[in-house]
């Protein structure tokens, strides 16, 4: 099926055609591989080679370069300064909530500062006890709080912490009252699964290595069990493949297992990936110590449980979307599991995708979505009857309830123009109230006056595309307005509105800020992600392209001035729009972007997005990847428009060579005299908790592409 061959063939490029940018040279080889007859180039495959003194020394020569030339310019420092400003009005922000046995725990982070830190109250009226401060634990290091699971009893609690954007926490366990580490610490692992019901073990995630740049390191990866006190070069493998081969577990597939505290008579496991069906095995809890426990099947990917799923007592509630588009919820009995006859719960809505439920001690909480703002419905578990609940105004809600013997919930809003506001709600009697943890905001008027019009653009086909358009009162609708058009589209991750800080102080700037809610989200159900999914994954991009054509055609922007952003697996839309239509775009970012589809399987984290994406080994899937992949459509003489690609250095999703080989090749190949640039963030990873790294991150992207749009306050300095 494959052929590979690799031959030097020259050469150092040092100049553009014009002459004006001298990057750091990127040679070019004879790489190619062979696909079911097919043959495809890879001029840059020598960059996948990310260990190798060649490869360091080039992206640390991109990286000088790039700051070199992002220094000159203006509103960089200007838009820093602006965001700390904006933080430093804020009230404190609390978050992670968890309760235990009385005991509320919450990650806090005060005005101004970094990072958050652990905090916990008796009750939660109780005095506020600071437990974990990320900076002061390892002196010298900018840690993150990662994770925070406190036991059943609420005498500890089990901490993860990362390093610089890494993603491999350290486990830590921290005694409440005595605020001292017992002498257990795990490292690399994947994260705190539960603890046991007796609080003197957990099971946790072990990964083989934190190297984000070993493509093996996440493989094979299993659920262990660690008693506190022992030694973790001990722990028993609790749950993988190595453990049960009968379930056949594959090398990509994240096994995990947990107890879960609402269904204590049993042991849950699952097959974690980036499919959204859930996969899933349970047995009783009395096999907790078992050599051998005799999994029984809970779910099959067949049966379509996706977005929310728990466990109450011995009844367990999910999400599907069989014979539902726009998904409805039901239940089965753990006795004896049959989804096929699970009774309906919550029906399909027309008009509304269910996005997902929580449950308090007499309801659950149904979570809405019209396409844009969510309604919120509860069902009665006792009268089994469901109502809707009047929210206070429009836009995205986050409910939690973190005490689940209670009817007291939690209820964040926030929408494009409304800052994020908490509110206390009392499921009994729909009654709101002032946040008991969290203030309201506060921020200039200029933010809160900002103007959201919610439009259809006409897609490529005929479909029309949802977009969200944001801006400044008052400023001209004839195309003299710089513009960031920002779009994601993968996973069934909908573009839920909220309120943007780094976005919208572009926005009071004059800038036009745009979200095209394109196929492959799932603003409009199952269907709508499946329509940018694999072979249909074009509509992804070509959305985004119908969406900037519209805000030229509507006078919101020009074609000078339009630039697009995508982060993540949103490189692959942003890469395949500036190849398909480079004249509609001034300038681009690849954030952290996957650009080259074709060589995601063999990097870290790509064996595990296979199900989203395809394989090179399928025939079908091969030529699809082919279409998604932004650095094999880049073609030399095209007047490509300016991009910055961007990689963390410690990022375990998207490898840095994913962003660097399309820098290299649209260096080498653009014939238009704008900047092509590679900001390699060496202190970062996919993303971070630093607000400092971060701040200085997306400072640096939007001062290039506004620079490049022409945007007054962003140009170079004289």
């Known amino acids: 099926m494959k052929q590979s061959f690799s031959i030097l063939v020259i050469s150092m490029f040092g100049l553009t055609c014009f002459g004006q940018w001298k990057y750091p040279p990127t040679r070019v080889e004879n790489a190619a591989d062979t696909y079911f007859g097919v043959t495809y180039t890879d001029q840059y495959r020598w960059i996948e080679s990310i260990k190798t003194p060649e490869v360091e020394t080039w992206f ?47 990650r806090k982070t005060m005005p101004g500062e970094n990072v958050g830190k652990l905090y916990y109250r ?118 993988s493949n190595g453990s049960y081969p009968e379930l056949k577990i594959d090398p990509s597939v994240y096994p995990s297992a947990y ?35 005799q999994w029984k099947v809970l779910c099959k990917a067949s049966d379509k449980l996706v977005r929310s799923l728990n466990m109450i007592g011995d009844e ?27 009774r309906t719960i919550a029906a399909e809505r027309k008009n509304q995708t269910m996005e997902s439920f929580i449950y ?30 009047k929210l206070p105004y429009s836009g995205t809600i986050m409910v939690s309830c973190p005490n689940t013997r209670s009817n007291v919930c939690y209820l964040g ?40 019009e919610e439009v259809e653009v006409n897609g490529h086909d005929g479909v029309m595309i ?30 839920t509105p909220y309120f943007n800080d780094l976005l919208n102080a572009l926005a009071v700037k004059g800038v036009v800020v745009a979200i095209p809610h394109v196929r492959g989200g799932s603003e409009k159900g199952e269907e709508w992600y499946r329509a940018g999914y694999k072979t249909t994954k074009p509509n992804t991009w070509k959305d985004f392209i119908s969406c900037g054509e519209y805000l030229v055609e509507k006078g919101f922007t020009s074609r000078g001035k339009l630039a697009g952003t995508g982060t993540s697996a949103g490189g692959i839309m942003i890469s395949r729009a500036i190849t398909e239509r480079p004249d509609l775009f001034a300038a681009a970012i690849c954030n952290v972007g996957c650009a080259n589809a074709m060589r995601l399987e063999f990097s870290t984290n790509g064996p595990v997005n296979i199900p989203e994406f395809g394989t090179i080994k399928d025939s079908v899937e091969c030529k699809a990847l082919y279409e998604m992949d932004g650095m094999q459509h880049v073609k030399k003489g095209v007047k490509y428009p300016a991009v910055i690609c961007v990689c963390g250095w410690n990022d375990p999703r998207v490898v840095p060579w994913q962003p660097g080989k399309l820098a290299g090749a649209l260096q080498n190949a653009t014939a238009s005299g704008k900047p092509v640039l590679l900001k390699v963030n060496y202190d970062n990873g996919h993303f971070t908790e630093d607000k400092n790294v971060t701040f200085a991150n997306f400072a640096d992207q939007f001062a290039f592409v506004m620079w490049q749009c022409g945007h007054p306050d962003f140009q170079m300095k004289k």
């Open 360 to 389: 308090t001690k007499d309801y659950l909480l149904i979570t809405y979505s019209d396409g844009i703002n969510n309604h919120l419905s509860k069902y009665n578990l006792a009268t089994k009857a469901t109502t809707e609940i």
């Open 466 to 495: 949802p977009l969200s358009i944001i801006y400044r009162k008052g400023i001209p609708k004839n195309g003299s307005n710089a513009c960031l058009l920002d779009g994601y589209g993968a996973y069934g991750i909908s573009a």
């Open 316 to 342: 367990m509630y999910a999400i599907t979307y069989e014979k539902a588009k726009n998904y409805r919820l039901i239940s089965t009995s753990l006795k004896n599991p049959d989804w096929a006859n699970a």
């Open 413 to 452: 809003i926030t929408s494009w123009n409304k800052p994020f506001t908490q509110f206390d709600l009392d499921a009994a009697t729909d009654v709101f109230s002032p946040g008991s943890l969290m203030k309201p905001p506060v921020y200039p008027s200029v933010y809160t006056d900002l103007l959201v």
């Open 259 to 293: 107890l879960s505290e609402n269904s204590r008579n049993y042991i849950f496991s699952a097959l974690g990936s980036v499919l959204p069906e859930a996969v899933m095995y349970y047995a009783p809890v009395s096999e907790l110590n078992a050599k051998k426990i």
């Open 122 to 239: 008796e009750g939660i009226k109780g005095n506020e006890v600071l437990l974990f401060d990320p900076l002061r634990h390892i002196p010298g290091k900018t840690l993150s709080l990662s994770q925070a699971l406190p036991s059943y009893d609420g005498k500890k609690v089990a901490i993860g912490y990362t390093v610089e954007g890494a993603e491999v926490p350290t486990i830590r366990v921290l005694d409440v009252d005595t605020k001292l580490f017992l002498k257990d610490s795990i490292y690399p692992s994947g994260g705190i699964n539960s603890w046991t019901f007796d609080n003197k073990a957990l099971l946790y995630a072990w990964i083989k290595s934190a190297d984000n740049k070993d493509p093996e390191s996440a493989l094979n990866s299993k659920t262990k069990l660690h008693i506190l006190g022992t030694d973790p070069a001990g722990d028993v493998d609790f749950f």
């Open 60 to 106: 640390k020569q991109q990286s000088e370069y790039t700051n070199a030339i992002l220094n000159k310019l203006n509103g960089r420092d200007e838009l820093i300064a602006e965001w700390k400003k904006l933080d430093k009005l804020q009230p404190p922000a609390i978050g992670s909530v968890s309760y235990e046995n009385g005991r509320y725990f919450y």
